[in-house]
């Protein structure tokens, strides 16, 4: 069973390095700070089809050990966030 998370805005501190908002450092979620501890993943998605909004996704496990999905989109300069949330270990996820 597949779970699909509801992504909510965020504010996002974030290392600019060759690029804008290349890495995020910590991000406040519902009035609490977050510090970002490891980026697990990141993947980008639609850059090339015009069609498609851009969006860039970064798996994020936090200080307190939690997992988010961030997800920066460039057009509107914004980001937002869903909380991963451990599937049961029956699960295929």
Request: glycine residues 6%; negative net charge.
């Amino acid at each position: 069973m597949k779970k699909e998370g509801v992504f909510e805005d965020v504010a996002v501190e974030c290392y600019s390095g060759y690029k804008e908002e290349e890495t995020p450092r910590a991000f406040i979620r519902r009035s609490r700070r977050f510090e970002v501890l490891e980026v697990l993943d990141r993947w980008y998605e639609g850059g090339m089809d015009p069609t498609r909004v851009a969006h860039n996704y970064f798996k994020v496990k936090t200080a307190e050990g939690e997992i988010f999905l961030l997800r920066y989109t460039p057009r509107f300069e914004s980001w937002t966030a869903c909380r991963q949330v451990s599937a049961p270990y029956y699960s295929d996820n």
